[in-house]
């Protein structure tokens, strides 16, 4: 096989809470002891990311999917963990460093509104980014790949020299997808890109992004919440929890078979038309806290299948007979 285009090894991000070293410091049994309260965002993730595949992430809230994003590309150093871009190491290269790959990959962020620059006109927006990586090309040339770039997401040439507030929403997350194609990268990181958008404009964004994919064989990883999109979108699906994949599988696989319970949870409350027999399974409990390092598996607060296993072990992800892995113990004795 190939090597993977990105390849994500053990990867842990602690965010410590303390603003300040005297926070630190607390009075336990009349003794002063020094504790630096951190928010474990990633433990332990292990993932591939296949060349011209759409991988995308779902869980719920706070579960760390924009922090493994922003790690992956940088913007947020790994506490620990490797990074691999094809057979290179690149989490701890610095920003001179990591300059080739800047253009490699790309990231669209997830509200429109706060990721253009409001003292840019789209002209301005798409030149720093083309002229930059490309100096051999003349402006001229620079400016028809600017007009190609726009016709080719759905913006007129007229509107360049506008500013981000004279547009709709749905035509900034345009933009943003323009600037990202500026530099022909081979991998995109998309954030919830559509969650800031109407349903209708969802869609014509969805459609621009897929067609991309097929004109210049793009590499996705894309963060969502919304399981109607990853059933139509994804080639394969992680389900995250707590900073932990639980369950890892190709799309196909994860809707007609899911075997996580946190999965089948999740995929329980998508709304049906074609099956009203069906209940939503209700979660018990409430989402622990990410202030300490969990022992155990991290569902097991509102897991109904939890033994004594769950809350000593964790569960390593195990490969199953239809090439999905899931991290449950459960899976693993044959409870479920």
């Not at 696989?253 to 075997?259: G, Q, Y």
Request: with cysteine.
């Amino acid at each position: 096989m190939s090597t993977p285009l990105i390849q994500i090894s053990q990867l842990e991000k602690f965010f410590s809470t303390n603003e300040s070293w005297l926070s630190q410091w607390r009075i336990d049994s009349g003794k002063l002891k020094r504790k630096k309260d951190s928010v474990h965002a990633l433990n332990g993730i292990n993932l591939t990311i296949n060349k011209g595949e759409t991988l995308c992430v779902v869980g719920e809230t706070g579960c760390g999917k924009s922090t493994l994003a922003r790690v992956i590309m940088g913007l947020t150093p790994a506490t620990s963990g490797e990074v691999h871009y094809q057979d290179q190491r690149i989490d701890h290269l610095n920003d001179r460093q990591r300059m080739l790959f800047r253009r490699r990959m790309q990231m669209i962020f997830q509200n429109p509104y706060a990721s253009l620059n409001p003292r840019m006109t789209v002209y301005q927006t798409l030149y720093e980014p083309i002229s930059f990586h490309n100096p051999q090309l003349s402006t001229a040339q620079v400016d028809e790949q600017i007009q190609t770039l726009l016709e080719s997401v759905g913006i007129s040439a007229s509107s360049i020299d506008d500013y981000p507030h004279e547009f709709s929403g749905g035509q900034r997350q345009r933009i943003s997808i323009a600037r990202a194609l500026s530099v022909e990268p081979d991998f995109i990181i998309a954030d919830e890109p559509l969650s800031a958008l109407d349903v209708s404009v969802q869609a014509q964004v969805l459609n621009l992004m897929m067609d991309k994919q097929e004109e210049r064989n793009l590499t996705y990883l894309f963060i969502t919440h919304d399981l109607a999109v990853v059933e139509h979108f994804a080639t394969r699906v992680a389900v995250m929890y707590l900073g932990r994949i639980c369950e890892l599988a190709s799309t196909r696989v994860l809707f007609s078979a899911p075997k996580h319970p946190y999965t089948k949870a999740l995929l329980s409350a998508i709304p049906r038309l074609d099956n009203n027999t069906t209940q939503p399974i209700r979660l018990i409990g409430e989402v622990p806290t990410q202030m300490d390092n969990p022992i155990g598996c991290v569902f097991q607060a509102r897991c109904p299948y939890a033994n004594q296993r769950c809350y000593t072990e964790s569960p390593n992800m195990i490969r199953q007979t239809d090439n999905s892995s899931v991290a449950c113990h459960a899976v693993d004795e044959g409870r479920l």
